[in-house]
């Protein structure tokens, strides 16, 4: 199976003002960082392997991160 990349138009990304796309993209990053705490809570429950757990727990401390870098401007 393979995919296939979809190309965008660039106006879409340089339509909103700069300050709606800095806030977009702190909404994106925290519901992200929810939904991966979501799962590992469910992994963690179930007994999944640790090496999953582990591997989410390091993508939300990365958008944890970068949420605090948003923040700080």
């Known amino acids: 199976m ?3 990349l979809l190309r965008f138009p660039a106006t879409a990304q340089t339509a909103m003002p700069e300050g709606m796309r800095h806030e977009a993209l702190r909404d994106w990053m925290e519901t992200h960082t929810r939904i991966l705490g979501f799962w590992m809570d469910r992994l963690i429950e179930d007994g999944d392997s640790e090496d999953i ?3 989410l727990h390091r993508q939300q401390s ?3 991160m970068m949420q605090g ?3 700080r401007g």
């Open 69 to 71: 870098r948003l923040v």
């Open 53 to 55: 757990v582990s591997m």
């Open 2 to 4: 393979s995919a296939e």
């Open 62 to 64: 990365w958008l944890a």
